[in-house]
T-cell receptor, first 115, second 111 residues
Framework: DAGVIQSPRHEVTEMGQEVTLRCKPI?????LFWYRQTMMRGLELLIY????????DSGMPEDRFSAKMPNASFSTLKIQPSEPRDSAVYFC?????????????FGQGTRLTVV | KQEVTQIPAALSVPEGENLVLNCSFT??????LQWFRQDPGKGLTSLLL?????REQTSGRLNASLDKSSGRSTLYIAASQPGDSATYLC??????????FGTGTSLTVIP
């Protein structure tokens, strides 16, 4: 398996534009997580899915953020409209179900810059 | 809410030294603890995973210990090398499979 795959690796957009980040988890993993990393706040969990169903989205900062997982092999994180304070590195991670092995595997991240 | 703290925030050591990184967490009801390495501008690479029933895990020059009752974990790096320079993050997960991260220790190994 190629690991968790995120795209794009870098995104620069203007304030007010819609941004869509994409993630392909490791095949067979039941859990998918979206994290945001900034210098000030470190790694923050935004939302996570179990078997494509959102379980906890309490970390999503505002209604401008939304996430979907239409199938087991694809998830998106959308920001609409984007703001400069959304600039950060966004990571996607996946893991197996509890009781088996909950080791988390991370993608390389998407570095988002909103100007 | 689980809070994870890592001390020190930054560490600089000469090559060859053994070193210890510390991680503490406030809620001992964890499912597992995982240590990661992050190189500048890169993603997180999993180093070691310790299940809640385990006391330690070893991989090469790395040894991680877990004391659930006191809410602490250490990552021991033996015979440090310049290639070990990176940020080291610990994360704990609860039964709901959420991972809570510390803010990391930035390690510099001086040749």
């Amino acid at each position: 398996d190629a690991g968790v795959i995120q795209s794009p690796r870098h995104e620069v957009t203007e304030m007010g534009q819609e941004v869509t980040l994409r993630c392909k988890p490791i095949s067979g993993h039941d859990y998918l997580f979206w994290y945001r990393q900034t210098m000030m706040r470190g790694l923050e969990l935004l939302i996570y899915f179990n078997n494509n169903v959102p379980i906890d989205d309490s970390g999503m900062p505002e209604d401008r953020f939304s996430a979907k997982m239409p199938n087991a092999s694809f998830s998106t994180l959308k920001i609409q409209p984007s703001e400069p304070r959304d600039s950060a590195v966004y990571f996607c991670a996946s893991s197996l179900r509890p009781g088996v092995n909950t080791e988390a595997f991370f993608g390389q991240g998407t570095r988002l810059t909103v100007v | 809410k689980q809070e994870v703290t890592q001390i020190p925030a930054a560490l600089s050591v000469p090559e060859g030294e053994n070193l210890v990184l510390n991680c503490s967490f406030t809620d001992s009801a964890i499912y597992n603890l995982q240590w990661f390495r992050q190189d500048p501008g890169k993603g997180l690479t999993s180093l070691l995973l310790i299940q809640s029933s385990q006391r330690e895990q070893t991989s090469g020059r790395l040894n991680a210990s877990l004391d659930k009752s006191s809410g602490r974990s250490t990552l021991y790096i033996a015979a440090s090398q310049p290639g070990d320079s990176a940020t080291y993050l610990c994360a704990v997960s609860n039964a709901g499979n959420q991972f809570y991260f510390g803010t990391g220790t930035s390690l510099t190994v001086i040749p």
